[in-house]
């Protein structure tokens, strides 16, 4: 048995924030994941938009996710100089758009309620939209532009954050957790990895994702209400196959609900295009579907006429972490040395930088920071007591 005081059981960019923010606090900090730096991030688009993605009753996910946003600045650039790599940033803004008159009066509404939180958003009239992204079809009829809202390329953030973590004294086990370790089933001291090997620690961090629910160690009643959401994505290169374009296909992201089906595209500094991504109750399956590249490609064609001229990069799909009401789980759980960092369904680039520093705090000193005290795993699961009676 091998001991330390921080345990993370997953490896992608959460748990990987985590460990690092911990690891800088002096805590002596292993993550135990086979491939550390390919969650759910390698799948994702990297749009940092907690105003563009706010829906009804999400405000307390909205606050969380300004503040993380107003961090990513300074995190990124802290990776950047500690790594020297790159992670994709760019300060663009997102332009939702619409395509119909009932869209339209949809994003107006969305846009007054935006205006009513105090927030900075400013609507178009579709001749503005097209003046901002000359390649949007002529028939859209109106947009809100954030210019607040940015992205991060979420597979250079997981490599920054692999490299951070080696660099700041992190030990990487590449293994997976086969399950947790209690003690006398009342509190959780650490996981066994498949090779059998067990890992004491003073709090064993779940960060795995759409997994965290499912791994073994824990009654069923305890578990953590998180499941997992498939997201079919489409990858294109904004070039034709003469060269580039002779003007910028798209230069910021770009929102809209085509027929009752939210997408969006992402593009990036280096000329990728990225769309997603679909909403699929799934379950563990990620098999890319005909239907589920068509609707993406069908709706962007809807926005951007000459998307489908452009060469075809990659298909994917992954898993987002959901929970019942949509919302991360984070801090300590109903058993003593658990500490939940995972459900984060479709925010989890966005939420990188405020669950590292809120895990990373909890660790160090006990205490969550008050931007994370909404989001405890108190909401569902009942307490220790109720488990052991």
């Known amino acids: 048995m091998t001991s330390t005081d921080a345990l993370v059981v997953g490896g992608g960019i959460i748990g990987l924030a985590v460990a690092w923010r911990s690891a800088q606090r002096g805590l002596r900090v292993t993550l135990l994941d086979p491939d550390p730096g390919r969650g759910a991030n390698h799948v994702a688009a990297g749009m940092l938009a907690p105003v563009t993605e706010l829906q009804y009753g999400e405000e307390p996910l909205l606050r969380l996710g300004i503040a993380s946003n107003e961090r990513y600045a300074d995190f990124v650039a802290e990776l950047t100089e500690a790594t020297g790599l790159d992670t994709g940033y760019r300060r663009c803004g997102t332009l939702a758009v619409a395509l119909d008159a009932d869209d ?20 178009l009239t579709g001749r ?20 607040g809202d940015h992205q991060v390329d979420p597979r250079r953030l997981g490599r ?5 973590c080696r660099r700041a004294g992190v030990t990487l086990r590449r293994e997976r957790a086969a399950e947790l ?6 509190s959780v001291v650490g996981a066994r990895t498949e090779d059998g090997t067990a ?23 305890a578990r953590l209400p998180v499941r997992p959401v498939k997201g079919q994505v489409v990858r294109l290169r904004m070039a034709t196959v003469h060269g580039p374009l002779p003007m910028p296909f798209l230069s910021r992201n770009l929102r809209a609900v085509v027929r009752g089906c939210h997408i969006y595209l992402v593009p990036r500094a280096d000329g990728e295009l990225v769309l997603g991504a679909t909403m699929e109750e799934q379950g ?16 962007g064609r809807e926005l951007l006429p000459g998307l489908t001229e ?16 949509n919302a ?17 369904h479709r925010n989890g680039v966005l939420l990188t930088p405020v669950t590292g520093d809120a895990i990373a705090a909890f660790l160090a000193e006990g205490r969550l920071p008050a931007e994370a005290a909404p989001f405890t795993p108190a909401r569902f699961t009942p307490t220790i007591s109720e488990f052991t009676r």
């Open 104 to 123: 339209r009066a949809e994003l107006r509404e969305v846009h007054e309620f935006q205006r009513r939180l105090g927030l900075t958003t400013q609507w």
């Open 128 to 147: 503005e939209c097209r003046r901002l992204e000359p390649m949007l079809a002529p028939d859209v009829r109106g947009g809100t532009l954030v210019a």
């Open 160 to 164: 920054a954050l692999v490299e951070v």
């Open 181 to 186: 370790l209690s003690e006398d089933g009342v």
């Open 199 to 221: 890992l004491h620690a003073e709090r064993t961090v779940l960060a795995a994702g759409s997994w965290s629910g499912e791994l073994p160690g824990l009654p069923p009643e």
């Open 284 to 299: 563990f399956d990620t098999t890319v579907t005909a239907g589920g590249v068509y609707e993406l490609l069908r709706d």
């Open 310 to 325: 452009l060469p075809l990069l990659e298909t994917n799909a992954g898993l987002r972490p959901g929970t019942p009401d």
């Open 328 to 344: 991360p789980l984070l801090g300590p759980t109903a058993f003593p040395g658990l500490v939940a960092a995972t459900g984060h």
